[in-house]
């Protein structure tokens, strides 16, 4: 699975990134919402590309984004969990309210310390006492304590609410790893199969490069679940899961794609090194015994047929997974527990 975006900035790149960004809202009529701040945010930073694309299509429509549009976008490329998006939500508001807040009581306190320094220039274009400038110059000095330990107050401030910020970001993160993670198995879904399955496509349109795509389906699935039930046929379904997904290294992404069926997304990858994977994967899982130790029952070898397809420069997604099923039900055919290739 593509691994999520991970916020990396220190406190004074955030800070530049805070001071572009309300102005960016401002220019598109927009408040400074949580969400808002989140998507400008990213689309000024450049750390969500798929978002900054989307939101680089939208600014560009003749009417302004609205609100809609852009929860819209928020949730395709940021969020899917309406729950956790709505703890987030509440979470930025705060942060958010007391960064502003922050920055009013600075802004207060530097016009202060400006005008003492004022008033002290003007004492200087005037005749005076040494006695009274010498409390003059107390005055600024003390103004210029009482700013700094100001400006440190603030410091901190901010330096915790970026610690609060850092920590919503995380809880984010782990919301858009959990809606892209099969609960059951372990590995990527189909919703990550297909984001992937679309990246990867563009990307060998743009480079003119190729990939593989191996789909997978257990034998006698049913079997198990009518002769030993479901419990152990999802014992089973954790066991090819994990196991293909260790077989797979790198760039590679290994899913569940429905049901009992699995695929692998090889990218730079043509036929024959596909065909090596799948082998591999096919004699990894088929030279293990499934068993209940507690039990000490045994449930017998568990096998996977396979078939595979290379992308084709021109063909959509949906076409080069029929001729990825294709194969499979070719291998099925031919006595299961073997790898075929599409025509």
Sequence with gaps: MSEPYLYTDDYMQASEYLRLVLPFLAEHKLPASPLNYQIAYDFISGGNLALKEALHELIKQPDEPSEKSLLALYKQHVVKDDKALESVRLGLQKIITNIRSGYDDSNEDLDDYVNSLNDFANVLNDSIDPAE?????????????????SQQKFDSKMSDMMGEV???????????????????TGIANRKAFDQILDQEIQHSIEQE?????????????KKFNDTYGHLIGDKVLRFVGPTIKSCVKGKDTAARFGGEEFVIILPDTRIKGAEIVAN?????????????????????????SLGIAQFKQGEQANDLLKRTDQALYKAKENGRNRVEIAE
Aim: net charge positive.
């Design 133 to 149: 400038l010498a409390g003059e110059v107390q005055k600024v000095m003390e103004n210029t304590r009482l700013k700094e330990l």
């Design 166 to 184: 850092e920590t919503l970001r995380r809880q984010l993160e782990q919301v858009r790893e959990e809606s892209l993670t099969d609960s059951l």
């Design 209 to 221: 490069t190729s990939f593989c795509v191996v789909l997978a389906d257990i034998d006698h699935f």
């Design 280 to 304: 591999q994967i096919r004699e990894t899982i088929s030279k293990n015994v499934l068993k209940d130790k507690a039990r000490n029952q045994k449930y017998g070898k568990v096998t996977i």
